[in-house]
């Protein structure tokens, strides 16, 4: 979601009163409640004219008030625990207006990095990975980065070769964390691990990362490298996707995002998105380009992952296909 997006949706929900908008968040992931919730908290003054504006855009009749909240910082800690219960909503309200700190495999989703990664760092190789399977794949890669090299290496093998978890395995993982999960017992063997985990973590992990971490499992099983390569899905391959499949990646991605992940692209994939884009888009994308002075590799980067992200999205979705397929045309 676009800055101007997050702040059209905290816009909203404040605009929606506290019930309707609990009822909101029970339906978003750790990671989207934690952007919202930022978002409201940050939020202090909003003129009438921007709240009809973004009510506008919704169907069904727009909310009668026209004031927000006085007190943000309390508006936030009301809504959330309403919506996830004194325990999650108090962890959140911690990372949102600082502070916290909680153990157990489904409150580590509600964790930054750093502080996962911090819990992890003097367990088992096997344990760190059996806990990151249960991550959203950006998360995990960005604990993995926390990590030594050496651990990471020895993680991310466990990973790709993992066929699954055992019930008791995940008792036994939240006994480390000091949490059992309820039913754990009657669980069954879940799909978590494997070569497309692997693949879906290293790709987020920046090229530098990436690279030793592909070479170190490469040492110990060549065939286990290569699967994991073949199931990544990296910048440079936008070039594979067909004409259609471009454009409908470009209607998702904001053009300041788009600006900054195409400074670090080959020429040739610069030169497929232009001809997927209408002239004066393009046009206009190719001044931008040239004014924007000089940037981080570490920024650049982190935009073509979030480029990448919903190139993902939209495969998973069933509206793409990686790899590429028909070159259709532009109509």
Do not use: C
Request: hydrophobic share 40%; net charge negative.
């Amino acid at each position: 979601m676009s800055d101007d997006g997050l702040q059209d949706a905290a816009i909203l929900l404040m605009s929606l009163g506290e019930t309707e908008a609990a009822e909101v968040f029970k339906h978003l992931s750790p990671k989207e409640v934690q952007k919202l919730g930022e978002a409201i908290a940050k939020t202090r003054v909003v003129t009438r004219e921007r709240v009809d504006e973004v009510v506008s855009r919704f169907t069904g009749e727009a909310s009668s008030q026209s004031l927000l909240v006085n007190d943000s910082g309390d508006y936030v800690r009301s809504v959330l625990k309403l919506a996830l219960g004194d325990d999650k909503a108090t962890l959140l309200i911690d990372r949102i207006l600082q502070g916290g700190d909680v153990s157990g495999i489904e409150s580590l989703k509600w964790m930054d990095a750093q502080s996962v990664a911090e819990l992890l760092r003097n367990e088992h190789p096997q344990i760190v990975a059996a806990i990151l399977v249960h991550l959203e794949f950006d998360q995990a890669a960005e604990v993995l980065k926390q990590l030594t090299e050496r651990q990471r290496n020895e993680v991310m093998l466990r990973i790709a070769t993992m066929e699954g978890i055992q019930p008791t395995a995940l008792k036994d993982l939240n006994e480390v964390l000091f949490q059992v999960l309820s039913g754990g017992d009657k669980v069954r063997k879940s799909s978590l691990g494997g070569i497309k985990t692997a693949a879906e973590m290293i790709n987020l992990m920046g090229n530098a990362i990436e690279g030793t971490v592909i070479e170190s499992i490469r040492t110990q099983d060549p065939d286990l490298a290569q699967k994991i390569m073949d199931k990544m899905f990296v910048f440079d391959d936008l070039n594979k996707l067909d004409n259609k499949s471009i454009q409908m990646v470009l209607k998702e991605v904001a053009s300041d995002s788009l600006i900054a992940a195409l400074k670090g692209a080959q020429p040739e994939l610069k030169e497929k998105i232009l001809s997927n884009m209408s002239s004066r888009a393009a046009e206009t994308l190719r001044e931008d380009l040239e004014s924007r002075g000089p940037m981080r590799l570490s920024e650049v980067e982190a935009q073509q992952k979030e480029l990448l992200k919903i190139v993902r999205r939209l495969a998973d979705e069933g509206q793409i296909v990686l790899g590429g397929g028909g070159d259709d045309a532009m109509v």
